[in-house]
């Protein structure tokens, strides 16, 4: 993704693409001690943006450090990358680092940098692949106790097993995996929370370890508005060939529906579906 033509947002200013380098000793780098939000920008509005906005700076607070830039900042800063690139649907990237003018664990004076990548990106899964469901691996890893590990921030490091989760799914032929949590119920896909049909009702995990989504809370408001009963709770794995309808929401993976997860199999259904429709007619909505 380096060697691209384009400009990138870097701490106030338009750098050219290629030239959007940071040091090698970089806190971030070493201990982790980065942030970032995923976005998508439909027909040139990027949707929620104050909402991933505001997790990005609450994200950085949880991690101990302060994005040196106001929410309204950050908003004109996502809008003006957008522009710059000549871009009305894409995916939007803010990242906030601690930078290099410190080396070690602790790292109070090595300075905060933020950076805006904004690139064109279609369905994650791809369209076809959308319709006829993916396809989740149970991942060996995961999500830690919120004693453990910052939870609720999105911060960098919790990507990790993410990352060995994914690949490990890719290896068997899977699109994703699914993670469950510390207790051992289901916890999330790697990059979108999960939601499941039990007798006609939207049931999905408490976010007690894992992200509490937009685009999750983005669908339990639409499944409101449909006078669908929704419930957020713990779900056992067991429970899950109970389960008629099953689908990952994430603002990359949008409402993409689940086929299988290990060998259990489910038939995306009318509920789904019609959560994908009204999702995609909130994010292009004026
Ligand atoms: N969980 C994880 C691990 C994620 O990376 C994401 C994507 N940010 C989500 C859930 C869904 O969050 P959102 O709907 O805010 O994109």
């Known amino acids: 993704y380096d060697d691209r033509d384009g400009f990138i947002w870097w701490n106030g200013e338009m750098r050219p693409w290629r030239d959007a380098n940071l040091h090698v000793l970089s806190h971030g780098l070493h201990y982790a001690s980065a942030v970032f939000e995923g976005e998508r920008c439909y027909d040139g509005r990027i949707f929620k943006l104050r909402e991933h906005t ?83 691996a149970w991942a060996k890893w995961r999500r830690p106790d919120p004693a453990t590990a910052p939870t609720a921030s999105k911060a960098a490091g919790l990507y990790m097993i993410g990352t060995l989760s994914k690949h490990a799914a890719m290896d068997e032929g899977a699109d994703d995996a699914m993670m469950l949590d510390y207790k051992g119920d289901v916890a999330e896909a790697t990059g979108a929370n999960a939601f499941f049909v039990f007798d006609g009702e939207l049931h999905t995990p408490t976010p007690t370890c894992f992200l509490d989504g937009i685009t999750r809370r983005t669908v339990m408001g639409l499944a409101k508005k449909r006078q669908m009963k929704v419930v957020e709770r713990v779900i056992k794995p067991e429970e899950l060939p109970r389960a008629t309808e099953a689908f990952v929401a994430g603002t990359a993976a949008e409402v993409t529906p689940i086929r299988r997860i290990g060998d259990q199999d489910f038939t995306p259904g009318q509920i789904t579906e019609t959560l994908m429709r009204d999702y995609e007619a909130a994010t292009r909505a004026k």
């Open 54 to 136: 505001d997790r990005l700076l609450n994200s950085a607070r949880i991690l101990g450090f302060q994005v040196p830039y106001s929410a309204d900042e950050i908003d004109a800063a996502c809008d003006a990358t957008i522009k710059a690139n000549g871009l009305t649907d894409a995916y939007v990237r803010p990242i906030a680092w601690r930078g290099s003018g410190e080396m070690g664990v602790a790292a109070q004076q090595a300075g905060v940098n933020v950076a805006i990548a904004v690139w064109e990106w279609g369905a994650y899964f791809g369209v076809e692949q959308r319709m006829k469901g993916i396809n989740l």
